[in-house]
């Protein structure tokens, strides 16, 4: 039997791609036959700092020499004790949710004791070999079948957009909320599905930009959601929206596809690697401003053949989109090889 030990970041407390795709990993792999025990810790990234660090000895610490997958979170301030791992014949392994940067001298020479990088999206693992780091795999996020459990809505109603993910500025709800402003004359509504706590003064923005568009009736925020509370959002949606300034890949898309949702990210973000050649959707260049998405939006809600043929390609891909057990096998092929 494998044994795997996965070292996970404690203090990102809210529902992000990289903690769903950690616990759905460690779920996979368990699934698959390996002996897997998670250990959390708090740290930054990178701080460098003995107080941060100072668990990490014992993380590493054991009898036989187990394979450990640590997230790049904490092993970007871990050089010295995933060193001294490697050199007593541990294998650590780094898994990486963003692309490394050539100008974090602490982060790189992490990086390069490490036994070899598992990177979750193309463009984060185009970045680690570019920079000269060895051993690298790339391991897709796998997707969730939905449950059938819920009858759909769709078609019951206006046509109903949704926005996952939690409310940061990163994400720019403020933009998405700011060209739903100009579209009033149309119909539809609108929910942004994520916590309000990872940053409660932008959140708290959000909402004022949504009741100074007189939009309150319309887009409704839920706060972060999971299991049936999720899914029943996932039901009601017709168009997907991620548009998000910087995307290493947007797992949010793969969900978004696997219930069958299009989806619009911005173009130049690691999630158009994740919307891929299906035709469910739209890369779009925001650079121009509101009126870009606004733009889309209305053509969209205008066109019922676009919204047609944009819903049944992300139905066709929802069939052939990877499941969890083929990252956790695409890992397993990894950190056992010799």
């Known amino acids: 039997m494998v044994e795997i030990y996965m070292v996970l970041p404690a203090n990102v407390r809210h529902r992000s791609g990289g903690n769903v795709y950690n616990a759905r990993l460690a779920e996979a792999l368990r699934a698959e036959g390996a002996e897997v025990s998670v250990r959390e810790f708090d740290g930054g990234r990178p701080s460098g700092n003995g ?187 017709d168009l997907s929206l991620l548009i998000s300034h910087s995307e290493s890949f947007g797992m949010v898309v793969q969900e978004s596809l696997a219930h069958g949702i299009p989806v619009v990210v911005r173009k130049g973000t690691g999630a158009v690697e994740a919307l891929g050649a299906h035709g469910a959707g739209e890369a779009i260049d925001l650079t121009a401003g509101i009126g870009s998405l606004e733009k889309l939006l209305r053509r969209w809600l205008g066109d019922p053949a676009l919204r047609e043929g944009w819903r049944a390609a992300a139905e066709a891909a929802s069939r052939v989109l990877p499941r969890w057990e083929d990252t956790a096998r695409e890992v397993l092929r990894a950190v056992t090889a010799v």
Request: proline share 8%; glycine share 8%.
């Open 51 to 237: 107080d941060d660090r100072s668990p990490f000895p014992d993380a590493f610490a054991g009898g036989t020499p187990p394979i450990y997958i640590v997230d790049g979170l904490i092993a970007s301030g871990a050089r010295t004790e995933i060193e001294t791992a490697t050199s007593a014949g541990r294998r650590v392994w780094v898994l990486l949710h963003m692309p490394p940067s050539a100008e974090d001298p602490v982060e790189m020479s992490a990086l390069r004791a490490a036994t070899g990088l598992l990177c979750t999206g193309p463009r984060t693992a185009e970045a680690a070999r570019s920079l000269g780091l060895r051993n690298v795999h790339l391991a897709i996020p796998g997707v969730d079948l939905p449950s059938k459990a819920l009858p759909s809505p769709r078609g019951a109603a206006a046509p109903h957009f949704i926005m996952v993910g939690a409310l940061l500025p990163n994400k720019d709800q403020i933009f998405f909320v700011d060209a739903l402003a100009r579209i009033k004359d149309l119909e539809w509504t609108a929910a942004l599905v994520g916590s309000t706590e990872a940053d409660p003064a932008y959140a708290t923005a959000v909402r004022e930009r949504i009741i100074r568009n007189g939009l309150e009736k319309r887009v409704e925020t839920t706060a972060e959601l999971s299991g049936k509370a999720l899914e029943e959002q996932w039901l009601r949606a």
